[in-house]
């Protein structure tokens, strides 16, 4: 029964990683990935998707779709109806799933966040419903498979496994949350394994809201720069196979690194505003630490929200100096979002796989684009490849609405 | 594991604004009025329920946080405060809220809105309107508009999600996370919801609001019903059709207690009522349809459905009930509310027909 639950373990069970997938415009897949993170790559390119001859800003991080899906238990019929949105997290939950080598079970809870689901199909469905003559075909279908509950069914078909989908949709914040749901559930002996990530796909809706309220960059995306002028959108999936330690032993699995913490709160300042101190994203940090039992010396690297807007990142900056103090003037902190645009949804969860991705190999990821620090960034701002050893990592992840969150990894060794 | 009781509970209907005209309209058992909703390029109309003008209009929209927007968020605020009212005005004063927003369709009002003015022209597409089309936007100005609610999250799904977030709410209270927690269903209609609802069902009545159920650990802060409940997710699948789930989900909740009540999601649509009436095909209860009365409220219906069970057991009608939440696209869940041992009903006074039985039930 969800309610009342059984008793918590305790101590509460040590949560692993043993799956991730990733897909972003870097690429398909954890490989290509790393590559174009350790690397600092710029993926950003002109869109394609939709019409952007009336917009200000014309390019985005597009991925590109491979011509056929890899195989999986989806019928013909369903993969017909697969939108972009459920192509990108679909890729992404495979990779994971095979990674960890689970096998399919009646009781898998896929947890997920997403900003805006499978808004594609919404607005194909709004535009021939406004069209005349009127045409019914696919309308129903789209109205269906618009839904991002429908998305998450359509995974676990694919992977032949059952339970229950959990959609979290926390904008920027949906794909940390959903992780920390996900952690939650396990340390609660709610579930041996759950799979959770985050997905949007770039959509004309949400470009042009971003572009309306003109927080896209017309020149280029760079974080904690003080020359900084927008962001960037992207489009993406992040999505962690995460297992109870005992239960990852038990099956000799092989395990990516450890979910040690995880934070959130929410910011009442405003609907598309960070409260300019930054008090929220201090809490959420210092929750997550305090969770991960780390202190900011024990942070090799933060993965920051980083969106490049001038609000954003100034009020992320304040935070991470209080939070780190000392630590501030030598903690590499990056954003890859000048590499591949804002996933939204899908942000946390890529920001997990980046951490993974530092932790496993040993790296830093350099930010794509930084040119003239910000004097009110006290930290580094990474922007050249390194090696480096990196045991613990955190990634920060901020929402419209104000729902913060902090994610904090360490390395398995 | 620790009790979880039902501190208050609020609702906006197409009855009204608050649960009495809700319970009022429930008790009459009387389909409320049909209107009909213009559907550009179209002679013939849809069908809806729409919430009724509030009489005055609620001081909570002078909150600057609420100016702009859209009934969704109205909906929900209401819900939510007229549910945490006892909670807030107690004297051991308010405790850290929690606050779970379950929706399905989401921000549609301006969501279209906006979508519209791209199509026409980007570049003048009001950046007013935008950040109202997120999901998160009723969440974000309800816990704004509350104050002192540290941990918010919108929860997405098909109706019987409602019950998810229920859950997570006292996963939430059993984690002492927060002291109580809001949990809010909420749906606004407009012609592209009620479209696409008719593409499945010509003659559905689309209906929109809210309901908000508020979670206590404290058995002082009962509102006189207690949660027993809330089974698994039975989530449909290839193996699991509907109605097979909303079968496991009546199984998993066991025997009833006598003269329990069955508040469930028919509405008189023979193929959607299918799963949920085969699942309760032998239940000789009482029993009561909410959406019959109200129209297909979605994710507000599941609400209502959850405010009505709550209220009829502290009005003392029913030693419990059971909801009964068979999902369109996603799952079933089933939850049993039974009365609170202690704790008083800070509703029965204001009920102008306590004690009567609701006209639908008899018969049943």
Redesign the interface.
């Known amino acids: 029964m969800l309610f009342p639950p059984c008793s918590p373990p305790s101590p509460a069970p040590r949560v692993v990683i043993t799956g991730a997938g990733i897909v972003t415009a870097l690429g398909i897949g954890w490989q290509a990935n790393a590559q174009g993170f350790r690397a600092g790559k710029r993926a950003l390119r002109p869109i394609s998707l939709f019409d952007v001859s009336r917009q200000r800003v014309k390019t985005a991080g597009e991925a590109d779709l491979p011509a056929a899906l890899p195989p999986t238990l989806l019928s013909s019929h369903q993969v017909a109806r697969l939108d972009r949105a459920g192509t990108l997290l679909l890729l992404a939950a495979h990779e994971a799933w095979q990674q960890a080598q689970w096998q399919p079970a009646r009781e898998l809870p896929l947890v997920l966040g997403t900003s805006a689901g499978g808004m594609p199909l919404g607005e194909a469905y709004f535009r021939q419903a406004t069209q005349m003559p009127r045409r019914y075909r696919r309308q129903p279908s789209r109205a269906v498979h618009y839904q991002p509950q429908v998305q998450g069914r359509m995974v676990l078909d694919a992977l032949g496994t059952e339970g229950a989908v959990t959609i979290i949709s926390n904008a920027c914040a949906s794909g940390s949350n959903a992780i920390g749901l996900a952690w939650s559930l396990l340390r609660r002996g709610r579930a041996q394994c759950v799979l959770a990530g985050g997905y949007d796909a770039l959509s004309e809706l949400v470009f042009s809201g971003f572009a309306a309220l003109q927080s896209l960059s017309p020149t280029v995306c760079r974080p904690f720069d003080a020359r900084r002028d927008g962001l960037a959108l992207g489009e993406g999936a992040a999505v962690l196979a995460l297992e109870t330690l005992e239960h990852a032993s038990s099956r000799d699995a092989a395990i990516l690194g450890e979910l040690i913490g995880y934070g959130t709160s929410i910011d009442h300042h405003h609907l598309t505003q960070p409260e300019p101190q930054g008090s929220t994203a201090l809490a959420v940090m210092k929750q997550a630490c305090a969770e991960a039992a780390v202190a900011p010396e024990d942070v090799d690297y933060l993965h920051a929200h980083g969106t490049g807007t001038l609000l954003n990142d100034i009020s992320e900056a304040v935070a991470i100096n209080h939070w780190a103090g000392g630590r501030a003037a030598t903690l590499p902190v990056s954003s890859t979002k000048a590499g591949v645009g804002h996933l939204l949804g899908g942000a946390g969860a890529a920001g997990a796989v980046v951490c993974l991705m530092a932790l496993r190999e040993q790296w830093l990821p350099p930010q794509a684009a930084f040119e003239t620090p910000d004097p009110a960034c006290r930290f580094p701002v990474l922007h050249e490849p390194r090696d480096a050893r990196v045991n613990v990592a955190m990634s920060n992840a901020f929402g419209f609405g104000g729902v913060n969150a902090t994610l904090v990894l360490r390395r398995w060794a | ?1 620790s009790r ?1 009781f039902v501190a208050g509970w609020g609702a906006v209907s197409p009855a009204g604004w608050g649960v009495a005209p809700l319970r009022e309209a429930l008790y009459r058992g009387c389909p409320l009025p049909i209107e009909h909703l213009e559907r ?3 002679d013939k109309p849809l069908r809806e329920r729409p919430v009724p003008p509030p009489q005055t209009r609620p001081q909570f929209l002078a909150h600057p ?1 609420l100016r702009r927007t859209s009934p969704i968020t109205h909906y929900a605020a209401a819900a939510a405060l007229e549910a945490a009212a006892r909670l807030r005005s107690g004297p051991d004063g308010e405790p850290c809220l929690g606050l779970i927003v379950c ?2 369709s989401g921000c549609v009002h301006y ?2 809105r ?3 003015e ?2 026409k ?3 003048t ?3 007013l ?9 009723p ?3 309800t ?2 508009l509350l ?1 002192n ?10 109706p019987a ?1 409602f ?2 977030g ?3 709410g ?2 939430w209270l ?2 002492k996370r927060v002291g109580a927690c809001l949990v809010i269903g909420a749906e606004e209609t407009n012609w ?1 919801r009620a ?2 609802l008719w ?2 069902e010509h003659d559905a009545i689309v209906a929109c609001g809210a309901g908000a159920l508020c979670l206590s650990p404290e058995p002082g802060r009962s509102a006189g019903v207690e ?1 027993s ?5 039975q ?6 059709s509907p109605a097979q789930a909303a079968r496991a989900m009546r199984a ?1 909740l066991g025997a009833s207690s006598a003269g329990e009540l069955l508040c469930d999601g028919l509405r008189d649509n023979p193929r959607g009522d299918a799963a949920e009436r085969a699942a309760w095909r032998d239940w000789s209860g009482p029993r009561l349809s909410p959406k019959r009365i109200l129209g297909e409220g979605h994710i507000a219906a599941a609400a209502w459905q959850c405010v009505a069970a709550c209220d009829m057991v502290a009005e003392r009608l029913f030693p419990a009930a059971t909801v009964s939440l068979v999902g369109c ?3 079933a ?1 089933g ?1 049993r509310f039974a009365r609170a041992d202690s704790g008083a009903s800070g509703l029965r006074e204001e009920t102008p027909i306590a004690g009567q039985a609701p006209a639908r039930l008899k018969g049943h």
Do not use: C, K
Request: no cysteine.
């Open positions: 594991m979880v550009p390029g179209w946080r929706l399905h969501s279209s906006f979508f519209q791209t199509l022209d980007p570049l597409a009001s950046p309107l935008f950040p109202e089309t997120v999901f998160a936007a969440a974000s100005h816990a704004a104050g609610t540290p941990l918010v999250h919108t929860l997405l799904g098909d999600s019950l998810q229920l859950a997570l006292a996963a059993e984690e592209v479209n696409a593409h499945f949660l409940a809330i089974t698994e997710a989530s449909y699948t290839r193996r699991q998993q696209n996603q799952q869940l939850a």
